[in-house]
Structure formats: C-alpha cells, structure tokens
C-alpha cells in the first residue's frame, strides 16, 4: 500500500466571513463604549457599567473572541495511511495522532454525507451512529471497527482516497 497524506484547514469564505464580522462587531460594540463612557462621559447602555467593569468586559469580549478567530485559523485535520493503518489528528484538539489499525478495522468505504443533518455541522461533531472529524465538504472515509464503533474522517481528496484505499 501506499503511503498518503493530506492536511485540510478551514477555508470556506463564509465562515471567515463570519468570524471577520464576529471580531469587528464584538471589538467595535467595546470600542465605541469605551469612548463614549469613559473619553465623553456619557454612560454606556442602558444600565451601564463601571469604567473598570467596562474595561474588564472589553478586554474578556476580546481576547475570547480573538481566540476563537485563532482556534480556526490553527485547526486541521491530518489524515495518514500506511501499511500500519489509518492515522488522523484534529489539532489543536488531539495532542497526538490517533491510530486506527488494519486488523481493528472490519469496513472502510467511501462516502458522500450531509454534515449539518447527520453531525450538525463541520468539526469534531458526533452523530448518531459515529463520530465525524471534517472540516468542509460531505465527502469522507467511513470506518467501521470491529468493535462497532464508526468513524467519519472528511476528504477533500475522495478520488486519490478511493485509489489508495483500494475500495468502490
């Protein structure tokens, strides 16, 4: 067997698009508030906050918010396949890659699914009858183990994938 890799990130325009617009409402919303409230004098919102509550607030809203920009922007799914098996990792979630062995493995094939209706959406997402590891797409290899459990790792490569895994 050969020997494959392919490494997928989050590329999607929409989700970076989302996230852009998430940063600059969330840090422009605590922007503004820090001029009016603390340059002009004037109380933000309706029931205001102290200047240090205000401050506080604003430095949590954007540091939580700028880590979940830098959370996509570092995740990815590494897929590997050998002689020893099937190995994967979504960083920065696994610290090390996951093994799946050829003898733990009763089924593997190729699949088309629907991320959002049977996982609810793109990411380690767990669906009814398996775990999913993707990152766009609805193309994946399904892996049936031998102990039952399934696993759903997404491609973006389905074709090469079919190739090296020798499967229809």
Do not use: C
């Not at 607030?57 to 880590?67: H, P, Q």
């Not at 089924?107 to 669906?127: E, K, L």
């Not at 399904?142 to 190739?163: D, F, P, W």
């Amino acid at each position: 067997m050969m020997t494959y890799k392919e490494i997928q990130r989050f590329r999607q325009p929409w989700l970076w698009v989302l996230l852009g617009l998430l940063w600059l409402s969330m840090t422009g919303m605590f922007a503004y508030g820090l001029i009016r409230q603390l340059i002009h004098g004037i109380p933000f919102g309706s029931s205001p906050l102290s200047d240090t509550g205000l401050i506080v607030s604003a430095i949590f809203t954007f540091l939580l918010v700028t880590a979940i920009v830098v959370l996509f922007i570092t995740a990815r799914l590494t897929t590997k396949i050998n002689n020893e098996g099937i190995f994967y990792r979504f960083s920065p979630f696994h610290r090390e890659e996951r093994r799946i062995a050829w003898d733990q493995i009763s089924d593997i094939r190729i699949v088309s699914y629907h991320p959002i209706r049977q996982f609810g959406g793109w990411g380690i997402r767990y669906g009814k009858n398996a775990v999913a590891y993707n990152v766009s797409g609805n193309k994946g290899i399904e892996i049936t183990l031998k102990n039952g459990e399934r696993i759903l790792l997404g491609t973006q490569k389905a074709e090469v994938m079919k190739s090296v895994l020798k499967v229809n």
